[in-house]
């Protein structure tokens, strides 16, 4: 939904060369955001091939050249590009899957829909401290769709 997208990129407090990853490209329209946020390359991970050439038409369309879309299972992250100033996560996962909190820069934030399979999530914010430890602020309840991969609800 446009608004959570809202939401969620204001909550990221994105900034002109930050390093970021998307989990879960859709369409491609929220790493399009990301990208003419942060004025350099956004990575976007999505385990759908049929997403992942739908995304990558929409944004070869739009002229959008600063996002690569990486098929696979975004619970794992993307570990050639770390580390993520920012990682945002747009599927709703059972825990906070911990390849994307080891592949935040300290200081790094994450920002991630947890708890149930269906309709009901928290929206948490994950801030990796500099003795890489984390702090986590809710963001109150959302819904989205389940976030599937090893790290997530399964296959």
Do not use: C
């Not at 975004?74 to 825990?95: E, L, Q, S, W």
């Not at 790094?108 to 309709?119: A, E, R, T």
């Not at 990796?128 to 109150?140: A, M, Q, R, V, W």
Request: glycine share 12%; no cysteine; net charge negative.
């Amino acid at each position: 939904a446009p608004h959570m997208v809202a939401i969620m990129l204001e909550l990221a407090e994105l900034k002109p060369g930050m390093n970021v990853l998307e989990v879960g490209t859709g369409s491609g329209w929220n790493a399009a955001l990301i990208a003419e946020l942060v004025k350099k390359d956004v990575y976007t991970i999505e385990r759908i091939p049929e997403l992942v050439e739908f995304a990558r038409r929409n944004l070869e369309r739009a002229g959008v050249g600063h996002v690569h879309v990486i098929p696979g299972d975004g619970t794992k992250g993307f570990p050639p590009k770390a580390p993520y100033d920012r990682i945002i996560v747009t599927a709703g996962a059972p825990k906070v899957p911990e390849p994307l909190v080891e592949q935040l820069k300290p200081g790094g934030k994450l920002l991630i829909p947890v708890g149930g399979y269906h309709l009901w999530q928290d929206l948490l914010e994950v801030v990796k401290l500099p003795d890489g430890s984390i702090e986590t602020k809710n963001h109150g309840g959302v819904a989205f769709v389940p976030l599937i991969g090893e790290h997530g609800w399964g296959e």
